[in-house]
Every structure is written in C-alpha cells, then in structure tokens.
C-alpha cells in the first residue's frame, strides 16, 4: 500500500495538468459545471475490493502521472451521483433552457435542452471515445436513452422517448465548434480531477492515501483537502489507475459530512479501441430532425437573438465582480443593478404570498454589511443583501457574512 504522502501544491505541478492535451473530451452541458466546477467531489467510500499492493507514489508524482496521461482511447460505463440538497432538475429541465417551452426554436434533442437533468440525481452513462474527433455519450433511462455523438464535424442528439433529433456540422470554418455543449464542463473523473487539481494552490494539502481497486482496476487515491477553515468543501479524493494514470473515480465530500455532493466513476472501463460504430448515427425513420442553423436562424426572427443581446447589455450594468478572500475560502461579490434586493415585508413590492415564498427558501442574516438572506444548497451559499448586493461562495453562512461584513 502507499504511504500517505503529502505534497504542497504551488500551482506550477498542477498547471501541467490543465495545459496538457485532455484525453477523451466528452461532450456534457453546462448543468454539470455549474454542480461540478466549483464544488467538485469524490463519495466517502470508493468501489473497493480489497487494497493492492503498490509501488510507493508520492503526491506530486501521482499527480504527474495524471498530466503525463495520453489515453484518448477508451470505453465504459460511468455512474454519476449528484446530491446538493436541491429539487431535481428532471422535470423541469427543459424550463431552464434557452427559449424552453416558448416555441421559440429549441430541439428537444439538442445537448442544452436535455441534459440538464444531470444536475441531480444519479445516472448511468455509458461512453467511448477514439481520439479528439470521435466521442459518444448516453444517458441510460428507464425504457429510453438520450446519446450525444461527435463524429469528425458532426454533432448528434438523438432522445429516443420522444424520437427527436438534434444535428449540428461544420462549414469548413470551425464553427461546429459553437455547437457542441460547452467547453470547460467536466464530465469524467479525469476532466474533474483536471479542474480540481487546477484549483490548487497553497491553501490546499494533497496527499496519497493508500490504493483501492474501481472498476476492476488497481489505483491509488489522491485526497485533496482545503487547509482553510469555512469552506463548504471537505475533501475531494480522486482514484487514479496505475497502470495509464487516468483518473477512475472522483467524489467531493462536503465538509458538513453525510452523503457524498458529487460522484462520478466507472463501474466498467476498457483501454481499447472502440468499434468505429459506436460513433456512427443515423437518424431513425419518421424522427423529427432539427438543424442547429434552423435553430440560430429561427431564434433570430422571433426575437430571441436581440433580446440575448439585451440581457447582455444589461450585464454590463453589473460594477464588475470581486473577490473576497482567497483558495477554497473565494467569495464572489457582485452589485445589482440599480441596487434592488428582495422586497421586504409590507414594502408593496411583492405580494404577501410570495414574500413567505422567497423567506421560507432562505435565512434571514444581520451583520456589519446590514441586513440580507442567505440561500443555501450543500456546497454554495449565496447572501442577497436587502441593499441589492449578492456575495456566492463554497463556504459556510457564518464565512459567507463575515466576507460580507469586511467588503464594507
């Protein structure tokens, strides 16, 4: 077994691992970022079946052996948990997508409009990918399947609940690019453990922590934890494969203990070449096909396109954002335009109903900043202040009003 062996990140070890090339970039939307970016995580208790014995690895050369990693060949089945104390997305993912039930050009098929749902729950995905130009993804439901292929210049969605396909391709410009799910969204163990290992820094202790066995293969488990006190992050523990150093494995723990915020790892991975037809698509007979071009084009008599254009120009309205703090203790503090917060009691601004709406979703807070409410989910706290401020972190109610309380 491996020495629990710590390393002190500095930046520049793990810098290489964001730099270097990504082996199997999946395509996955943005819901998963906004879980998984700033709040990833690794489950208590790793798939195991007894500890082998390894040669001795010390952190930074584990997490070398991560950046060194070049596998771009791979298949498997992926199970993703996502519990952040939150109603889940299911249902009403298609309400948060862009244009979503407005008839304005939206595919039911299309990666935004679907895949949302991966934001809560647990889900079973199955993957392969052959290199940066051929990737698939699918979501595994009951009776149905929901698959993301990248094939060359061509981006398929197919759902099969409701025969619905979404097809986007390149015009010899690159812009098939603009069609695929956000860039940035980490989706498998080795893109989130690129993320978190890029947030490392001097705020933060890496050490080995023995080996386990995931998915049928020997790994060691990196753990990193915040060295700080306040955040809302416990420790992220990622399993990484001995043989290829690619990551099998990666669960956030939160620091107030209980289930697991996020997991993700493979439950079956095999290092070989995937059979050039799991990236083939054709779309089946009597499915409703829409192209990504329709849809731009579509978005734009309608109107959707000026008014994304105004949403941005009212951003701009925003005085910049701030940061208080620093590593895992970050807090981010943004002014609303025109300094409205939430209406308060009897200030004729909402209806009585909907004020015990917003004060049963929230704590109300005093502190040096004023007075404000505090809404929070497992990981990330956000305090609106009655003045129209709004200060988001990974940290605790009690940090997140301290930080409040020092912008003053």
Known sequence: MAPNDSAETNGEATGTVVGRRKAARYIVPFAVAGVAAATIGLV??????????????????????IAASDQEQLSGTVK??????????????????????????????????????????????????????KQRLSILGDGSEYSLVHNGDDVWGYDSESNEVYHAESDGSGKAEEHKAPKGVPATPKELAEEALAAA????????????????????KLVIKPKQSGSTIGSVTVAVDASTGVPL???????????????????????????????????????EVTEADELEAEAGKSGSADKARKDLGALEDFKGLNVIGEGWNAVARIEVPGGAGLPTEGSGDAPAQAQQFLDALGDKVTGDFGSGTVFKTRLVNALLTDDGKVYV????????????GSAK
């Open 393 to 404: 972190g990974a940290v605790t109610e009690d940090a997140l009003v301290k930080a409040a």
């Open 201 to 220: 820094g001097d705020t933060t202790s890496v050490t080995v922590d023995g080996t386990a066995q995931v998915a049928g293969r020997d790994a060691y």
């Open 80 to 133: 993703v948990t996502t519990d952040l104390g939150i109603p889940s997305l299911g249902g009403l993912a298609g309400s948060f997508a862009p244009g979503a039930g407005s008839g304005s050009g939206e595919s039911g098929a299309s990666p935004d409009a679907k895949l949302m749902e991966l934001a809560s729950g647990t889900h079973t995905l199955r993957v392969a990918a052959d290199g940066p130009d």
């Open 249 to 287: 494995k990666f669960t956030l723990a939160p620091s107030s203990g209980g289930k697991a915020a996020v997991d993700a790892g493979f439950t079956k991975v095999d290092f070989g070449k995937p059979d050039a037809s799991s990236f083939s698509f054709t779309p089946p007979k009597g499915a």
């Open 44 to 65: 208590p208790a790793l798939a195991d079946s007894g500890d082998p014995e390894l040669p001795d690895i010390t952190a930074q050369e584990l997490i070398e052996k």
